[in-house]
C-alpha cells in the first residue's frame, strides 16, 4: 500500500475543520491529504474486483472530498466515521453505474471475487462492517485523550476509581459493590466518587 500522511489528532481536526469553515482552502486541501490512508483502508474492502486499486483510491478520493465540503462538525461525530461512509457510497455508486446497462442490478448479482476467492455481491459488500478500521483509530485516539485527561483533572483516587469500574488498562470491569470491598470504602461512598469524576470528565471533554 502506498504511504499516506498521517492522520490529523483530535485537535488537529477541530482547528483545521474551523478554518475550512472561514473559508480557508489550505486548510481543506490538509483536511483531504491527512484522510486519504482511510480512502485506502476502505478501498481495501473492494479488492478482488476487477477495478485497479488506484482507481478505487482515485474514486473514493472522491467521497472523501465530499464529505469534508459537507461534514457539520456541531453534531459531535469525527470527520473519519462520517467520511468512511461517504467514500463507501461513492465506491457503491461507482460500481453500480458499471453494472447498469440494460437491466436493473440485483443485489444478489455476483460482482467479483475475494481475496479468498469467493464470490462476493453488492449485498455482501453493503452488508459489511465499512467503519471498523475507522472505530478503532478514533477509539484509540479517544483513549489516549481520556488518559491525558484524567491526569489533569482527576484526584488519584477519582482514577483508581475510574479505570478499576470501567476496565480501563486491560482491567475487568467490575461493580461498585465489589469496588467497595475492594477499597475498604462503602458503595455509597464509591457512587459519589464515580459520579463527580464522570463530571468532570463530561466538562471537560
Request: proline content about 1%.
Amino acid at each position: 500500500m502506498k504511504t499516506f500522511p498521517k492522520p490529523l489528532t483530535v485537535d488537529e481536526e477541530k482547528y483545521y475543520l474551523q478554518r475550512h469553515k472561514e473559508g480557508d482552502l489550505e486548510a481543506k486541501r490538509i483536511l483531504i491529504e491527512r484522510n486519504l490512508r482511510l480512502v485506502a483502508h476502505v478501498a481495501k474492502k473492494y479488492q478482488g474486483l476487477d477495478d485497479d486499486q488506484d482507481d478505487l483510491i482515485s474514486i473514493g478520493t472522491i467521497g472523501l472530498i465530499k464529505a469534508v465540503a459537507t461534514f457539520d462538525n456541531t453534531k459531535g461525530n469525527r470527520l473519519a466515521t462520517y467520511a468512511a461512509r461517504c467514500i463507501d457510497n461513492e465506491l457503491l455508486m461507482m460500481l453500480r453505474s458499471k453494472k447498469k446497462t440494460s437491466k436493473e442490478v440485483s443485489l444478489h448479482e455476483p460482482i467479483g471475487m475475494d481475496k479468498e476467492g469467493n464470490t462476493i455481491s453488492l449485498e455482501d459488500i453493503i452488508e459489511a462492517e465499512t467503519t471498523d478500521v475507522v472505530e478503532k483509530l478514533v477509539l484509540k485516539q479517544d483513549i489516549k485523550k481520556l488518559y491525558d485527561i484524567m491526569d489533569q483533572v482527576l484526584s488519584e483516587r477519582e482514577k483508581e476509581v475510574v479505570i478499576m469500574r470501567y476496565g480501563l488498562g486491560n482491567n475487568h470491569e467490575i461493580t461498585q459493590r465489589e469496588l467497595a470491598g475492594q477499597l475498604g470504602i462503602s458503595r455509597s461512598y464509591v457512587s459519589r466518587i464515580e459520579k463527580k469524576a464522570l463530571e468532570k470528565l463530561k466538562e471537560y471533554f
